[in-house]
């Protein structure tokens, strides 16, 4: 009979990737762990993993136990964080852009006073999948304004927001109402370290009019992006509320074509998540002071 310890063993070992330090994370001897895993093979009659591969690789078999670990143990953890707690629970978000923290630090500090006994964390979503992320229970919520088409996710929409790009005073572009895809063909795009399928100004404005800039420019400081924008070295997408008042005086925004790109801001958990009172609680404190502190959003329109 498959065991918790077993989950967790085969958890440990794709995690760390060697018996020596998977032994370590779990507070065992080698040998120890050795013993447990001939143990295991034994009851499954077939290996858990590959014998001196280089990188480390789970047969087969392994993947199984894996993918039932990844599924088990996360709510297993949550479930004794909550009875042990009462009300508590745990909230680690993972966050897709740099300008959402204008409006989720003053969330979180709403949050923090209603729901006491939930422990939080922050995760940039720049280095992962946030949602792959979010079906393992690395994470329990992502904040992201692409929703995927799958039915173990609900989405809470927070509000409709306006990509802009801004620009130097001193750039060609400035003089224009809106931007048309072609004027970015000569221009250097300034964009946050991800991939170009995940970035809304080529996937909403660029893509369908099959241009792109000149040259791109990844750039992981929200503050030197905009150096880099002053000093007419780029241009950069965000929206309005991302910049303050002094940055928005010395640049300017330009709509993404004569009407806009428009896009949706969610807040995506676990369907089974969906109903907890401080995921709830989360998303409402999150809409009010969305409005009470942002400029150009409005409510999302239903689709």
Same mark, same amino acid.
């Given at each position: 009979?498959?065991?918790?310890?077993?989950?967790?063993?085969?958890?440990?070992?794709?995690?760390?990737?060697?018996?020596?330090?998977?032994?370590?994370?779990?507070?065992?001897?080698?040998?120890?762990?050795?013993?447990?895993?001939?143990?295991?093979?034994?009851?499954?009659?077939?290996?858990?993993?590959?014998?001196?591969?280089?990188?480390?690789?789970?047969?087969?078999?392994?993947?199984?136990?894996?993918?039932?670990?990844?599924?088990?143990?996360?709510?297993?953890?949550?479930?004794?964080?909550?009875?042990?707690?009462? $009300?508590?629970?745990?909230? =680690?978000?993972?966050?897709?852009?740099?300008?959402?923290?204008?409006?989720?630090?003053?969330?979180?500090?709403?949050?923090?006073?209603?729901?006491?006994?939930?422990?939080?964390?922050?995760?940039?979503?720049?280095?992962?999948?946030?949602? $792959?992320?979010?079906?393992?229970?690395?994470?329990?919520?992502?904040?992201?304004?692409?929703?995927?088409?799958?039915?173990?996710?609900?989405?809470?929409?927070?509000?409709?927001?306006?990509?802009?790009?801004?620009?130097?005073?001193?750039?060609? !572009?400035? =003089?224009?109402?809106?931007?048309?895809?072609?004027?970015?063909?000569?221009?250097?795009?300034?964009?946050?370290?991800?991939?170009?399928?995940?970035? +809304?100004?080529?996937?909403?404005?660029?893509?369908?009019?099959?241009?792109?800039?000149?040259?791109?420019?990844?750039?992981?400081?929200?503050?030197?992006?905009?150096? !880099?924008?002053?000093?007419?070295?780029?241009?950069?997408?965000?929206?309005?509320?991302?910049?303050? +008042?002094?940055?928005?005086?010395?640049?300017?925004?330009?709509?993404?074509?004569? =009407?806009?790109?428009?896009?949706?801001?969610?807040?995506?958990?676990?369907?089974? +998540?969906?109903?907890? +009172?401080?995921?709830?609680?989360?998303?409402?404190?999150?809409?009010?002071?969305?409005?009470? =502190?942002?400029?150009?959003?409005?409510?999302?329109?239903?689709?």
């Amino acid at each position: 009979m498959i065991e918790i310890s077993h989950l967790k063993l085969v958890r440990s070992l794709y995690k760390q990737g060697n018996v020596s330090d998977a032994a370590d994370s779990l507070f065992v001897t080698q040998s120890a762990l050795s013993h447990q895993i001939k143990k295991l093979e034994s009851l499954l009659d077939g290996s858990i993993f590959v014998r001196h591969s280089d990188p480390f690789k789970l047969t087969p078999q392994g993947k199984k136990l894996l993918e039932l670990a990844n599924d088990v143990l996360p709510r297993i953890e949550i479930t004794e964080k909550q009875l042990v707690h009462s $009300e508590g629970g745990r909230l =680690n978000i993972a966050i897709e852009c740099h300008s959402c923290f204008d409006w989720l630090i003053p969330t979180l500090d709403v949050f923090r006073e209603k729901q006491p006994k939930v422990d939080f964390d922050l995760s940039l979503a720049f280095s992962f999948e946030p949602m $792959e992320a979010l079906k393992n229970y690395d994470v329990d919520m992502v904040v992201t304004s692409d929703p995927l088409d799958d039915k173990q996710f609900e989405y809470l929409p927070l509000f409709d927001y306006q990509m802009l790009m801004v620009m130097s005073h001193d750039n060609a !572009l400035s =003089n224009k109402s809106y931007l048309q895809p072609k004027d970015v063909k000569d221009q250097t795009l300034l964009t946050y370290p991800v991939s170009h399928d995940r970035l +809304d100004v080529f996937n909403y404005f660029l893509k369908p009019a099959k241009v792109n800039p000149k040259t791109t420019r990844k750039v992981e400081l929200p503050l030197m992006m905009m150096q !880099l924008v002053l000093n007419n070295q780029g241009i950069a997408t965000m929206p309005q509320w991302a910049l303050t +008042d002094e940055q928005q005086f010395k640049v300017s925004l330009k709509p993404l074509g004569k =009407n806009g790109v428009w896009r949706t801001l969610y807040l995506a958990v676990r369907r089974a +998540d969906f109903t907890l +009172d401080y995921v709830q609680d989360f998303s409402h404190i999150a809409h009010r002071v969305s409005f009470e =502190n942002l400029t150009n959003i409005k409510p999302t329109q239903v689709k």
